[in-house]
């Protein structure tokens, strides 16, 4: 089942959405092969990539990663790796973790400073925390640990 962009099994597992996502991408590839045939620069090239081909990738992330399996992470670095020997990205672009991890970062920030926020409801109630102690990047109170959960996963990797 398709759900906003992003496909869900029934176990709950990210492979059949990565799946898919690696499938369409010869379609992305050759068409940044012509672009590239056709005289466009290497940085408009990468700005390209980036906005197409890895932004397939990233969207909804932050949702489906902690459900992905090392396997199907791997074939995403690979394919990034390979993206950028070809020279489509830039050969200093970083694993996919990264951009996974910036994008939750970006969610957290979006969340904490909004109060009218649509995802505000599910976090953990905000806290009242003592004078004097060392800040802290969010004011929320710490859910179960959960490595699957975007916001258990999000809030204690923060604090790190």
Request: aromatic share 8%; proline share 6%; hydrophobic share 40%.
């Amino acid at each position: 089942m398709k759900v906003l962009g992003v496909t869900l099994h029934d176990d709950l597992n990210a492979s059949t959405h990565i799946t898919g996502i690696l499938g369409e991408c010869p379609r992305s590839m050759y068409a940044l092969r012509i672009l590239r045939s056709h005289g466009l620069q290497t940085t408009a090239l990468h700005d390209v990539t980036s906005a197409t081909t890895l932004a397939k990738f990233m969207y909804a992330a932050p949702a489906w990663w902690g459900f992905a399996q090392a396997v199907d992470r791997a074939r995403i670095d690979s394919f990034i790796c390979r993206t950028c020997r070809i020279g489509y990205l830039p050969r200093e672009t970083p694993e996919a973790a990264v951009f996974v991890s910036d994008a939750e970062d970006g969610l957290l920030a979006a969340v904490a400073s909004c109060s009218a926020h649509v995802l505000r409801p599910i976090f953990q109630p905000i806290i009242a925390r003592r004078p004097g102690l060392r800040p802290r990047p969010h004011d929320f109170s710490l859910p179960d640990k959960d490595d699957k959960n975007y916001i258990s996963r999000v809030l204690y990797r923060s604090l790190h």
